[in-house]
């Protein structure tokens, strides 16, 4: 299997695919041994963008999953527009001539 090089990024623990690591360092791994450290962004591959400090919405949803939580989706941030709420269709009222059942109180009946 070909290895490819990673660099640590600050959302890594201690540990990375078993390595002791510290934010920077770089790291030779097989694609199955890179897989997991990908998804949790504790490893970019060489080259690439670290992330922010903040995790993704992603990254949350996997960390609460494996904590046996569920995570609602967070409210849109301030300069996101909010899209306005809309207003319940009426719903028409049936006509008198269209067949609707017709009811009587037991005082109207004949004797």
Known sequence: ?????YTV???AGPYVAG?????GDTLELT????RY????????RKGEKLPSDKPTPE???IQA???GETVTPAEPAAS??????????????PAAGDGAAKTSSPASKPS
């Open 37 to 44: 450290e990908l998804q949790t962004q504790a490893i970019v």
């Open 80 to 93: 996101e527009p909010t899209p306005a709420p809309s207003a319940p269709t009426p719903t028409p009222a």
């Open 19 to 23: 390595h002791r690591v510290s934010v």
């Open 65 to 67: 999953n494996a904590r």
């Open 9 to 11: 990024t600050k959302l």
């Open 1 to 5: 299997m070909t290895k490819e090089t």
């Open 31 to 34: 694609e199955n041994e890179a």
């Open 59 to 61: 990254l949350e949803q």
